[in-house]
């Protein structure tokens, strides 16, 4: 199997399909909540509207960055949630979150294998593989985030 397609796996494990690692996925823990649970604070926790959007921020502009070939996202933004507000908010957001997801996915399974170890944008953000990684990375470590905050809602 080569990279693209590995990668690509394991990108959709985490935020579509999978069960492997977390034993579950994004689109599973987002799907099957409402637009009161995704905004209810817990502590002094981000909300799971709040984590979604954080994700999808980086889906976005990663995605914006390999079509036009400039980064044009900064992380001071990347929690800048518009306000939900009713059940259509949370719905968009998700709709948002799982098409570029798959986008995502997909435009890395099309990568060629030589893509991966070529300077992404700038060489200061190392390669195109170790932000991709990244990218996995932090969305295992903000899923363990949601699941929790999921279980801490239930025992409210």
């Not at 080569?2 to 394991?10: D, G, K, Q």
């Amino acid at each position: 199997m080569t990279r693209n397609i590995t990668i690509a796996s394991r990108l959709r494990e985490v935020l579509l399909n999978g069960h492997w690692i977390a034993n579950t996925n994004y689109k599973e823990q987002i799907q099957n909540i409402n637009w009161e649970q995704a905004t209810q604070k817990v502590a002094n926790l981000n909300t799971i509207a709040a984590l979604t959007y954080h994700i999808n921020y980086y889906l976005e502009g990663l995605l914006n960055a390999f079509e036009n070939g400039k980064l044009e996202i900064s992380d001071k933004y990347s929690f800048d949630l518009p306000p939900i507000i009713a059940e259509a908010d949370w719905n968009k957001l998700v709709a948002d979150f799982l098409n570029n997801s798959e986008k995502f996915a997909n435009k890395v399974e099309l990568m060629d294998d030589s893509y991966f170890d070529q300077p992404f944008i700038d060489e200061k953000y190392g390669t195109f593989l170790r932000n991709i990684e990244g990218v996995i990375e932090h969305s295992y470590y903000h899923l363990g985030q949601i699941s929790l905050i999921k279980k801490m809602q239930t025992k409210n």
